[in-house]
């Protein structure tokens, strides 16, 4: 069951119990004001109160659907930073506020703020680096929402997020690299982030664990020739550097998922 229907229903039934509270207070207004008149008064006052509550206590729920983008461009947003509304639903669910870059194809990546809703257990999951797939309003791109159709990726183990978001997907640099189809990309930016491969995957060898992470945007065409585009933290092997934006880059992407990939250091001249 999908966070938007749960919101939904939230709002059917609130709006049912408040139209059922303005009925029994005309009831109750036009009756003798005895006993029977008590009650409808008391019914009155409990509907209304009920879905008030209902009302506005889970608005938060449409926060956590997004905004409802039916045709939105495919595109990926890498976290940023994570903050805790404070909003639980059925103290198993947490809302979380996302700050993302949003990148969408012939776009430069932009920021945006999201939220989501994740299961008690994974509330770890989310963090700095995860890539979430997005959908955006192609004509107002601060309109962006998660595309539970796609998988998330990450560095760490595969885990379900909960709240109606798919599992988190283990993406590894070496399975793309060996598995991945070869292709020609173009560097949009390149930003050092501060931290090394070990922060974000323990189980790294210790040649690899204090290479750094650096937060890599890059476009690149599949063998359809759709042009795909990629905003994600990568790591940078010692003694390899990455050329100035806008230069050519080698990539490798896996072909069951043109939409993942990572550059090829190896290639590199």
């Given at each position: 069951?999908?966070?938007?229907?749960?919101a939904?229903l939230?709002?059917?039934i609130?709006?049912?119990?408040?139209?059922?509270?303005?009925v029994?207070?005309?009831l109750?207004?036009m009756?003798?004001?005895?006993?029977d008149?008590?009650?409808l008064?008391?019914?009155?006052?409990?509907?209304?109160?009920?879905g008030?509550?209902?009302f506005f206590?889970f608005?938060?729920?449409?926060?956590?659907?997004?905004?409802?983008?039916?045709?939105?461009?495919?595109?990926?947003?890498?976290?940023?930073?994570?903050?805790?509304?404070?909003?639980?639903?059925n103290d198993t669910?947490?809302?979380?506020?996302?700050?993302?870059?949003?990148?969408?194809?012939?776009?430069?990546?932009?920021p945006a703020?999201?939220?989501?809703?994740?299961?008690?257990?994974?509330?770890?999951?989310l963090?700095?680096g995860?890539?979430?797939?997005?959908?955006?309003?192609?004509?107002?791109?601060?309109?962006?929402?998660?595309?539970?159709?796609?998988s998330?990726?990450?560095?760490?183990?595969?885990?379900?997020m909960?709240?109606?978001?798919p599992?988190?997907?283990?993406?590894s640099?070496?399975?793309i690299?060996e598995r991945?189809?070869?292709?020609?990309?173009t560097?949009y930016s390149?930003?050092?982030?501060?931290?090394?491969a070990a922060h974000?995957n323990?189980?790294?060898?210790a040649?690899?664990?204090?290479d750094p992470?650096?937060?890599?945007?890059?476009g690149?065409?599949g063998?359809?020739?759709?042009?795909?585009?990629?905003?994600?933290m990568?790591?940078?092997?010692?003694g390899?550097?990455l050329?100035?934006?806008?230069s050519q880059?080698p990539?490798?992407?896996?072909?069951?998922?043109p939409?993942?990939?990572?550059i090829?250091?190896?290639?590199m001249?």
């Amino acid at each position: 069951m999908s966070i938007r229907f749960i919101a939904i229903l939230v709002r059917v039934i609130s709006l049912g119990l408040i139209v059922g509270g303005l009925v029994a207070g005309v009831l109750w207004l036009m009756s003798d004001k005895g006993l029977d008149g008590l009650g409808l008064g008391i019914t009155a006052g409990t509907l209304l109160f009920m879905g008030v509550i209902f009302f506005f206590a889970f608005g938060s729920l449409f926060q956590a659907a997004g905004p409802n983008i039916k045709n939105g461009v495919q595109g990926t947003a890498e976290v940023t930073s994570v903050q805790d509304t404070g909003t639980t639903i059925n103290d198993t669910v947490a809302l979380f506020r996302v700050q993302a870059n949003v990148t969408i194809p012939g776009v430069a990546p932009f920021p945006a703020s999201l939220v989501l809703p994740i299961g008690r257990t994974q509330w770890g999951v989310l963090q700095p680096g995860v890539v979430l797939p997005v959908l955006v309003d192609p004509n107002d791109h601060s309109k962006v929402a998660y595309d539970d159709t796609r998988s998330t990726q990450t560095a760490g183990a595969g885990m379900a997020m909960g709240g109606g978001t798919p599992p988190i997907q283990k993406r590894s640099m070496a399975d793309i690299l060996e598995r991945g189809i070869a292709a020609t990309g173009t560097l949009y930016s390149a930003t050092p982030t501060g931290l090394t491969a070990a922060h974000v995957n323990q189980g790294l060898p210790a040649d690899q664990a204090d290479d750094p992470l650096l937060q890599v945007s890059f476009g690149w065409a599949g063998a359809d020739g759709q042009q795909q585009t990629m905003n994600a933290m990568i790591r940078v092997p010692d003694g390899s550097t990455l050329p100035p934006p806008g230069s050519q880059v080698p990539v490798r992407y896996l072909p069951e998922e043109p939409s993942v990939a990572t550059i090829d250091w190896s290639a590199m001249s």
